[in-house]
């Protein structure tokens, strides 16, 4: 059995739909949120940990995979579920992604990628056909075309071109795609050109794909380009298909994500910022290593019912961090995993109570994003890089 | 209740002996092995995992408390038991130890030590009535006295200087003593010379104390040389105290020590090397990041039941090492703690079962320490420097 989607739900007055996706490991209730665990772990955690926090699926990296340990390996081991201990489902990313932001010296044909890794330098090729033979001895539930992302800040042109080469890639992964119980997943290119994104999402619905990515955001672009394109895709995706929006993750984009019809979402940032001190609340963010905390014997989150919010005082949390302990990065983690898995479970859930639109309307009103300034900067950056084409 | 003990068994043909260590957080059965927790956190692991693994007791550091997060901190927090969440035995380190070997210009005199701290430079003075009361603020189970540490190839006069303003300070130690509730323990000092560890044990049983620690060893001198002192020292101590050997703890030197009749021991080894991929076995260490088990299927140590070998292949534990990931730390730790405290399970049921000596010579046997190389050159140098003095 591939994995099968189900809209379960359908808000009035906004896209926002609760679902649920049937796979070999398990059904995952949607929308829903993956942990990024590109090495074959969620960093600093055990499965048991994730099956605690209420995870049901997690991404891994084909392009990190590949490299180490070797998809022959993991392959040998019985796959990657066996290998990295987790009994619910996987989603690989094909490597398209990192292939083009981390490997350096890279050269794209039709016929595939040569890159260099970024590890050691040695040189490798891939193709569509071998994205999709690797993530099949990997043995994901959903596994994901080869595509080639541009930079955000790419020309016209530039990105035309990355979006039929990836739609000509699309076609090839499908026919090289041979496990009957693996989903493949297409995946929507076409930088920040409405036009291209269209065309995109148009061409690779009529392929007929399990399901169907918006790939290619989140790059350095505003907030308001991202939330604008993925618009732009959604509208043109056939409805009865699972839309995973790649690379975001973020409390706030996570319930805009959602208002737009977005189902599946993975982000390195909530475990990212975690390691750096940064905790989500229902406020925004705090950082756990501002040393007012080292006097605070109340939780990190008052209120929140984490296992390190449950367990431990803020000013431990405090000096964990500020002594670099490892068991300071992981009970961050476990507190930005929980509190995502948490909102998911109440995004849903209002979904099937009909209360996603006042639930939204609250939360965004509450939510006060810490790094506002820092975008607005990136904003206006961007915007004076691009002649203001896009708003 | 302060920590109170009772020597419940003891062997015939050897010093060894089983015991119970009475405390306020629990009986603690002896022999025992103290996880090192320095920084109030046994690195990478939660209080539960030390409970599922077996530990009853854990050290901390008055040193590192001290400077961070500062001892009136922890005292506010309720002390160190409810600071870092577990509810175990906890001995505190006085701190001497750290002064004399983490902290640079310091400067003794009969008063105390001036030391500047390691982490910012600044300036601090700790006397013999602080490092109790920083103690009795921290609230340990057990605490031990200031002592002066000398370095393992000072000359005579200069380690009997230092033997000697320990037993001063051992004094001062135990008449500003005031918790009832905890325990204090005596260092022996004496350096490599019989005749002052005779001496300092001596004197120090003269003057009653709860407990003694033999302290100044495992600091570069050889095997032999250690193992010498702690018998020259546990002859003149009182059978009914306990005995705590000071940072010694590889699984050879626990069964050593105790057959030599110490009760207590303490040690970072077993989880320093952890992290250096160091997994101990029933045959000696092996690495897990040698690559020859980036292809082993089975567990890491065949045969052990500890949650990292139950759970996860080697290949996939050289994996996580090969990429520095963090959960790799934390699996390798989880697993050198396991086999320690099954090490100290076994040494105490054959105690109580009379097969010590039997136990002992088959572990020495099929135990091969693979740093011998490094200690035979140790024990060459060390040997040259003294003259030849210590055999």
Redo the contacts between chains.
């Keep these: 059995m591939s994995a099968d989607f189900q809209v379960v739900h359908t808000c009035r007055g906004s896209k926002a739909r609760a679902g649920e996706l049937h796979t070999p490991h398990g059904m995952v209730p949607t929308p829903v949120f993956l942990p990024v665990g590109s ?3 969620v ?5 048991d940990e994730l099956k605690g926090i209420g995870v049901t699926m997690v991404l891994a990296n084909t392009y ?1 995979l590949y490299l ?2 070797g998809v022959q ?1 993991i392959e ?3 796959g990657l579920h066996r ?3 987790w009994d619910g489902a996987i989603l690989t990313d094909s490597g398209g992604y990192q292939v083009f932001s981390l490997a350096p010296l890279r050269q794209v044909t039709d016929e595939g990628v040569v890159f260099r890794s970024h590890i050691d330098g040695s040189q490798h090729f891939i193709t569509p056909e071998l994205a999709v033979q690797f993530q099949e001895a990997l043995g994901a539930d959903v596994i994901m075309v080869l595509d080639e992302c541009p930079a955000h800040d790419d020309s016209f042109d530039r990105v035309q071109e990355a979006t039929r080469r990836t739609h000509r890639w699309a076609e090839r992964c499908k026919q090289a795609h041979r496990r009957p119980d693996q989903a493949l997943y297409a995946i929507v290119q076409g930088g920040m050109f409405p036009r291209l994104r269209q065309e995109s999402a148009r061409y690779l619905a009529s392929l007929g794909f399990s399901g169907y990515a918006v790939g290619g955001l989140s790059l350095g672009e505003p907030k308001q380009v991202t939330l604008a394109m993925v618009e732009e895709t959604v509208a043109l995706l056939p409805e009865d298909k699972p839309r995973y929006l790649m690379g975001v993750g973020s409390p706030e984009d996570l319930v805009e994500g959602v208002a737009r019809g977005i189902d599946i979402f993975d982000c390195a940032l909530p475990t990212r910022v975690a390691r750096n001190g940064a905790l989500f609340t229902w406020q925004g963010r705090v950082n756990i290593r501002n040393a007012a905390y ?2 605070v ?1 109340g939780p990190a989150v008052p209120g929140c019912d984490c296992y390190t919010c449950r ?3 803020a ?2 949390v ?3 961090f ?2 670099q ?3 300071a ?2 009970l961050a983690t476990i507190h930005n995993l929980s509190f995502i898995s948490g909102l998911m479970r109440k995004i849903r859930s209002v979904i099937l109570d009909g209360a996603f639109k006042s639930f939204r309307e609250d939360f965004m009103a509450a939510y006060r994003p810490t790094d506002e300034q820092v975008r607005l900067s990136q904003k206006q950056k961007w915007l004076r890089s691009r002649g203001g084409i896009v708003q």
């Design positions: 090495q074959a772990t960093k600093t955690l055990t499965p990190h180490r340990p390996v040998r081991m019985g290998f990295m201990g080292s006097q014997d367990t431990f005082s000013a431990y405090n000096h964990l500020n002594c302990e490892l068991l990065y992981r």
